[in-house]
């Protein structure tokens, strides 16, 4: 496990960054969303830049990506890709499955070599890193994990660290769902979910400078995953974190980095700002392609038409000039929507009304009691999600209808024509790790179901296996790559009742779209356990929650369950007992030390009331100037989208020319009235 690394290179980046939180003076967040309007810049660039100089906030980046390319085989990962990393960043990492994330931090890592390109560290600087899958466990203890990643200072003896870290560690480890008493007990005796956690803990006990968390909350029920998503929002040094879940990057990310066509794009602002952002820079493209084209088009018209002309000679040619000069400053022609997963469960046999029962069932791990006297009924069509704790018996349920663990007392009794299929949580537990994606779906042929290689291929493609794809063996698919042969593997034999225990683990976030439709369009029986509130809202109509050997059923949606029992107080109590028990680092503190720290911050004697007065009508004006060219943008990116734009030639150009600069004189305003918001605060606080 990687803890620290030395720096790879001495370079210092003194690059400034405009990545600042909100100011309490700042305008509503829509205001502040709308003011850092993409620019049309973006579009032409390949790389991600660092942020406009901000003379407020000089910067160390911590980690500089460099032009970086690598491939595997014929499949290009990264393009010359660019990235700065500062101390105060919170990205988002997300892109389709198999786009390269993991692959990406393994190159951070120093795991991977980049085919081109360098990767820099800041001197001294440290990182914590969550794998996306399996850790290692040995002989040690749950609480020996959490604290052992806490560097020791020179001076510290056992009896210091004992005291300062164990009860630390504890309650990170009680907030990720521990019960008391597990942090003395061997990691191995603990699933590899659990020991997933530990680790968590251990970087959140370690505090690096720099977390890099490859879809932490896979290994996560909702409760814990509430409460490190809260522990997170107030983590003191940056963040780097791949997920597929919305919920998650919306409370945590200040910033969204999108792996898409081997390039990384910059996004500001959480998933529902990039989602808004995106669609901005798609239309704009969009409408500067068209355009261009057009005027190429219209340039081409005039030189095919009087180039023979000796008289219209030198004309033709300027044109000429022009076009290969537009051409270089091409605007890319924008791109088809990614592959999408695309499939339906066949609709399979009709099952009797009552799918499966169970009476009187008991079931234990060794001296561990989960259910003493369990009673459930499950009836055809219905759409059943279990929540509860976790350990509160969920997957051991799930395990006892689907029929792969033998229960130790009393009846499990399946419906008439009721065909069961289980996905497991772990899909490891199913899939042959060494043999390849083709093998892992004919093993599945049976003498009743005698399966074609066409047809293996049909359903592979469906779950976008192509080619040569469907030969790679398992080991090396990333994870939503595993998670997609898993669900492939349930076509070739329809069930009606489907057991399936966190599906949505590890799927990007439209295959895990594709699976809510495949499933809404499903008219067998499914109960599922899920961790994605996204998912669970879309699809369950019956709510059972399962607590201490007891099942509890709402039958309503989610939000009928949250209502009805009060969850969400209780899962505030939870929260409460850790907010106020360790330093919080607030944004308005961070802006304070980054402004005594600056020259001209303390440069700045205490000022008058009528300073701060005059000061104010500055930062008014510098807002009304915004406003302003945001007046003008609107109007100019109207027109641009109008049709009979179009009919005039050179128009087009004429506006986009426009709008560049207003971008371009938006993004200046936009940083002068940061500054002046910031600045204005330090002076009413100083
Ligand atoms: N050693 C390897 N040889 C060939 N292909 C590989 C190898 N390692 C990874 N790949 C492929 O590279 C692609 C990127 O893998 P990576 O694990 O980085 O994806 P990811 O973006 O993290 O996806 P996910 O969201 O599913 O975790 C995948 O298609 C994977 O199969
Ligand atoms: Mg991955």
């Keep these: 496990m990687h803890e620290t690394i030395g720096h790879t290179a001495q370079r210092y980046a003194r690059i400034a960054t405009g990545a600042k939180r909100p100011s309490k003076n700042a305008p509503p967040l829509a205001k502040r969303r709308s003011l850092r309007s993409f620019t049309v810049k973006f579009h032409l660039k390949r790389r991600v830049d660092p942020p406009p100089p901000d003379p407020l906030s000089w910067t160390v980046y911590m980690l500089t990506i460099a032009d970086v390319s690598k491939s595997y085989g014929t499949r290009e990962l990264f393009h010359d890709v660019s990235l700065f990393i500062a101390r105060t960043d919170r990205l988002g990492l997300i892109g389709p499955n198999g786009a390269g994330k993991s692959t990406l931090f393994n190159l951070i890592l120093g795991e991977e070599k980049p085919d081109t390109g360098t990767i820099e560290w800041e001197r001294g600087a440290d990182f914590g890193f969550l794998p996306q899958e399996s850790a290692p466990a040995g002989d040690e203890t749950i609480l020996h994990i959490a604290t052992s990643g806490k560097k020791l200072e020179p001076d510290e003896d056992d009896y210091d660290i004992d005291y300062t870290l164990e009860p630390r560690a504890k309650k990170i480890l009680a907030g990720l769902g521990f019960k008391e008493g597990d942090a003395l007990k061997l990691a191995k005796t603990f699933s590899g979910g659990w020991v997933m956690r530990a680790h968590l803990a251990r970087l959140l006990v370690a505090e690096p400078a720099l977390l890099l968390l490859d879809e932490p909350t896979n290994h996560l029920d909702l409760e814990a995953l509430l409460w490190f998503q809260e522990y997170l929002t107030r983590y003191p040094g940056g963040l780097v974190v791949i997920s597929h879940d919305r919920a998650f990057l919306n409370a ?242 329809p069930p009606n009742l489907l057991l399936m225990d966190e599906p949505t683990t590890h799927l990007d976030i439209q295959s895990i779209d594709s699976l809510v439709g495949a499933l809404k369009n499903y008219e067998g029986t499914l109960i599922f356990i899920s961790h994605d509130v996204h998912f669970i809202r879309a699809l369950a109509e019956t709510v059972l929650h399962v607590h201490s050997g007891r099942l509890t059923p709402y039958s309503g949606n989610y939000d009928y369950y949250l209502e009805k029992s009060k969850a969400g107080d209780a899962r505030a109590a939870l929260t409460a007992g850790f907010t106020d028990a360790r330093p919080v680092q607030t944004s308005s503190a961070n802006l304070k030390s980054q402004l005594s720290n600056s020259k001209s911050a303390s440069a700045v004697r205490k000022p008058s009331t009528s300073d701060i007065r005059k000061f104010r009508e500055q930062v008014g004006l510098l807002e009304k100037t915004v406003a302003q060219l945001e007046t003008k943008q609107a109007g100019l990116t109207a027109d641009l989208e109008a049709p009979e734009t179009y009919s005039t030639p050179g128009k087009a150009q004429q506006l986009n020319r426009e709008l560049s600069t207003i971008v371009d004189q938006i993004a200046t305003a936009t940083a002068e009235w940061e500054n002046a918001v910031s600045k204005l605060e330090a002076m009413e606080k100083a």
């Excluded at 469960?345 to 169970?358: A, D, H, N, T, Y």
């Excluded at 509160?392 to 349920?397: I, P, Q, R, V």
């Excluded at 179901?449 to 090396?476: M, T």
Aim: hydrophobic share 40%; net charge positive; glycine share 6%.
């Design 252 to 493: 945590l990310c200040t910033g969204m980095l999108e792996l898409r066509s081997s390039t990384l794009h910059y996004y500001h602002g959480n998933y529902d700002n990039f989602l808004v952002e995106k669609e901005a820079r798609k239309s704009q493209q969009a409408a500067a392609y068209k355009n261009q084209q057009r005027e190429i088009a219209h340039l081409q018209v005039f030189v095919d038409r009087f180039g023979a002309k000796a008289s219209m000679a030198s004309r033709a040619k300027s044109k000429e000039k022009q076009i290969e000069r537009l051409k270089e400053v091409a605007v890319d022609e924008p791109t088809e929507e990614l592959r999408k997963m695309n499939f339906k469960f066949p609709q399979p046999p009709r099952s009797g009304l009552k799918v499966i029962e169970l009476e009187h069932v008991q079931q234990a791990y060794g001296d561990h009691v989960v259910y003493r006297d369990l009673n459930f009924t499950a009836e055809r069509g219905q759409r059943i999600v279990l929540v509860g704790p976790n350990g509160a018996g969920k997957s051991t349920l799930l395990k006892i209808l689907a029929n792969v663990i033998p229960i130790n007392g009393g009846v499990s009794e399946l419906g008439s024509n009721v065909v069961p299929g289980y996905f497991a949580q772990n899909r490891l537990d199913n899939l042959d790790a060494k043999a390849t994606v083709f093998e892992n779906v004919m093993s599945l042929r049976t003498n009743e179901n005698q399966l074609s290689e066409q047809q293996a291929r049909a359903i592979l493609g469906a779950f976008l296996f192509r080619k040569d794809d469907v030969h790679k063996p398992v080991s090396v698919l990333s994870g939503g790559e595993k998670s997609r042969l898993a669900l492939a593997r349930i076509l070739v034999k």
